[in-house]
């Protein structure tokens, strides 16, 4: 709330900075654009005489008409039109005035439907020049708000998260102290109940990892240190860490190569691009079916590496295909949730991807199933 008051202050001080700066200009424009519209007028008025009536009509409709029509156009504040205006025209309707017993009378008529015209045209067009000016101020004013209360909510869940560690740590090494039997026998029943406490805890770092990592995403805070790195040690490595994580599902590993050897190399953050693997592979595991394979599939396309990450799950719904990559989605397949989650995962790999210049999506093989994908490009 400090942030957004701060913002909120800066931003009212702005406007009150630019409104005085645009009266001053107000002012010069009026002053200006007044000594050109006399200078105009003067010179049509008094170095081309009126001699015939064919002169007047020039003098008074033509140039008067278009300086004033120029003035209209280019002026958006009505004053500016009229300082123009006026000593643009007058000085020609003097001169005309002087020379009356030759000029009909229906010349200063039209001459004053022609001004009066003129005048409600111009006030329309500022005063449409002005509201537009006011509501492009009201979406800024608007834009500037909704950043500031963006930015004091990542820094309130960054914070409230960071602080959340500290405990949770706490509790996961006591309860796996509890469980390792370092604080005494425990019974089977109280086995079980430290067991679903220990597993909603880990689920409960997850969560809270998450939920960090995105708010640094949103915030522009989350370090990235991106080297040339050759991806097959990485793809291998994730692999290796998850396969326990995958057996658990009764899942399996597999991995094929197309077109890559040990020497294609990408330019990533090598801690990152093992999050986003790891992302897609527990996903995998968690919706295969017991005994199936996760396959993991890396392609040289082109100038670019791809790597898939196919299963034979119940694969994604068409209706919530296109919320996949949202903060926060989780598809429900036939009301199973077992596979717990954040919906964070694959919004957080998405952004990391993009970090990394390549692209992320999901297809559906013809055998059924998933398939997530995501290329890079090769390092030259």
């Known amino acids: 709330m400090r942030v957004i008051e701060d913002r909120v202050r800066g931003l009212a001080d702005l406007q009150a900075a630019t409104a005085e700066a645009l009266k001053e200009r107000l002012v010069a424009n009026v002053v200006g654009t007044g000594a050109t519209g006399a200078a105009w007028g003067i010179g049509c008025a008094w170095l081309y005489p009126p001699d015939d009536v064919l002169t007047q009509v020039f003098l008074i409709f033509v140039l008067?008409?278009?300086?004033a029509g120029a003035a209209a156009t280019r002026a958006p504040y009505f004053p500016v039109f009229i300082a123009y205006a006026l000593p643009a025209n007058l000085p020609i309707l003097l001169r005309a005035l002087s020379e009356f017993d030759r000029i009909h009378f229906g010349f200063p008529v039209l001459l004053g439907v022609f001004v009066l015209a003129m005048t409600a045209v111009a006030q329309r067009l500022s005063n449409a020049v002005i509201e537009t000016i006011e509501q492009q101020a009201a979406l800024t004013r608007a834009r500037h708000a909704a950043e500031a209360a963006s930015r004091a909510?990542?820094?309130?869940?960054?914070?409230?998260?960071h602080e959340l560690r500290t405990p949770l740590t706490a509790i996961r090494g006591a309860l796996g102290l509890v469980a390792e039997?370092?604080?005494?026998?425990v019974s089977g029943k109280a086995q079980r109940m430290v067991a679903i406490a220990s597993r909603n805890s880990d689920r409960l770092q997850i969560l809270i990892d998450d939920i960090l990592d995105l708010a640094s995403l949103e915030a522009g805070r989350l370090e990235f240190i991106i080297r040339r790195e050759k991806i097959l040690p990485i793809v291998r490595q994730t692999i290796d860490n998850n396969a326990t994580y995958a057996a658990a599902f009764g899942a399996t590993l597999s991995l094929v190569l197309d077109d890559v050897d040990d020497a294609t190399s990408v330019d990533v953050d090598e801690r990152r691009l093992g999050q986003v693997l790891t992302n897609l592979i527990s996903n995998a595991a968690k919706f295969s079916p017991r005994g199936a394979d996760v396959l993991l599939r890396i392609s040289r396309r082109g100038s670019s590496v791809?790597?898939?990450?196919?299963?034979?799950?119940?694969?994604?719904p068409e209706s919530f295909r296109p919320h996949l990559f949202q903060k926060f989605a989780q598809a429900d397949l036939a009301n199973d949730r077992r596979s717990g989650g954040t919906g964070l995962g694959l919004s957080i790999s998405k952004t990391i991807v993009e970090r990394f210049g390549g692209r992320i999506g999901y297809e559906t093989p013809e055998a059924g199933g998933s398939r997530f994908y995501f290329e890079l490009p090769v390092a030259s």
């Not at 909510?153 to 998260?161: L, Q, T």
């Not at 039997?181 to 026998?185: A, F, N, R, S």
């Open 181 to 185: 039997g370092h604080m005494g026998e």
């Open 306 to 316: 791809r790597i898939d990450v196919e299963d034979r799950g119940p694969g994604v």
């Open 64 to 67: 008067g008409g278009i300086t």
């Open 153 to 161: 909510k990542s820094d309130f869940v960054a914070v409230v998260s």
